[in-house]
């Protein structure tokens, strides 16, 4: 198939700028492929969509504060965004400008905090080697900034009021350049209706990188891979992964990055194995989902590998008609918008 074909009309006032108050009050478009059936509901009554058995499957990631702002030695201002730690306190990053940014090339963070341009990628990253006393993740917390999607508009200065909510109640493993963010709906109180009925929790770490949402580069999908991803299963998950599988219970993943870790894991070795793993699985069409039996997850964007991977779940004609209704019916987009339950 063609990228094209995976384009859709979204008006932009539906793209959601802020957060509700409440994270369980948001929209939740309940689908059902085999059926053909769409019903409008609200995420605070996920619970009745559920029933004994269920396993459902979150990522407790941790975002942490990756965008960071400078000064060169000539004064030019600098933002960076880390992308990935390499060895020797260097990190891959997107800088903007980029074109300044000359190997050799001092940046000053302030807050005891400087940086190197050691090289520029063949993908247009910015290498930078950074010079700082104590703990890097600490001088983060200090000096960074929340690294929000470019669609959501914030002045300068402004991201900070986002760094608890643009976090999942369960957040634990830091690491994240972008939350998971199927996730976000999730309280304290929804978590304990979902046991309520019986259902059980599980917890996997899958560190959502740039690749989760860089452009799709290629006209046609067969083309086109996701960069990799870091993941754990522990054994206790694992375990409980499996045994639902065993038993024939299923398996509900929050979020497209938990399906693409559940999926490398079983397409690779035809089990939920445990430990340190790289997600490297691209779903496009005419894959065979082996993992899991139900999604919930955002509204994503246009032309983007997350909307492949749905479509490829869901049914490609029966997704996009669900995206045009849920446009009719004013729901809210992406990162902080409304959901989708597929079952």
């Not at 963070?109 to 010079?131: C, H, N, P, Q």
């Not at 917890?203 to 452009?215: K, M, N, Q, S």
Request: with cysteine.
């Amino acid at each position: 198939m063609l990228i094209s074909e995976f384009d859709y009309e979204l008006p932009e006032e539906l793209i959601a700028q802020n957060p509700l108050e409440k994270r369980e009050s948001s929209r939740m478009l309940v689908t059902r492929p085999k059926e053909k059936s769409l019903e409008d509901r609200k995420f605070s009554e996920i619970s009745k969509f559920l029933k004994q058995g269920d396993l459902i499957v979150l990522n407790n990631t941790k975002v942490f504060p990756a965008r960071i702002f400078g000064k060169s030695e000539t004064g030019a201002k600098i933002e960076l965004f880390l992308v990935e730690e390499k060895e020797g306190q260097t990190w891959e990053t997107l800088a903007r400008p980029a074109r300044r940014l000359k190997p050799g090339k001092k940046i000053n963070f302030g807050k005891e905090l400087a940086g190197e341009v050691m090289e520029k990628t063949s993908e247009g990253r910015v290498l930078i080697k950074f010079d700082f006393s104590g703990s890097f993740d600490e001088v983060l917390d200090e000096i960074g900034q929340t690294p929000l999607p470019p669609y959501i508009n914030r002045e300068e200065g402004t991201l900070d009021k986002d760094r608890q909510r643009y976090q999942t109640i369960y957040a634990k493993e830091r690491g994240a350049i972008a939350a998971p963010t199927a996730g976000l709906h999730f309280s304290p109180e929804i978590l304990d209706e979902i046991k309520a009925v019986g259902a059980e929790i599980t917890e996997i770490t899958l560190h959502v990188g740039y690749g989760t949402f860089e452009p799709v580069r290629v006209r046609d999908l067969s083309e086109h891979s996701v960069m990799p991803e870091r993941f754990d299963i522990s054994k206790e998950s694992s375990e409980k992964l499996n045994g639902a599988q065993a038993e024939n219970r299923r398996i509900i993943a929050i979020g497209t990055t938990t399906t693409r870790a559940l999926e490398t894991t079983m397409a690779r070795n035809q089990e939920f194995k445990s430990g340190p793993q790289i997600a490297d699985l691209t779903i496009t069409p005419g894959y065979s989902f082996k993992a899991i039996d139900g999604i919930l997850t955002n509204f994503h964007l246009p032309r983007s590998s997350l909307l492949v991977l749905i479509s490829t779940f869901g049914g490609y004609d029966f997704i996009m008609d669900a995206y045009k209704h849920a446009v009719e019916k004013r729901y809210r987009f992406y990162s902080y918008g409304d959901c989708m339950l597929i079952l």
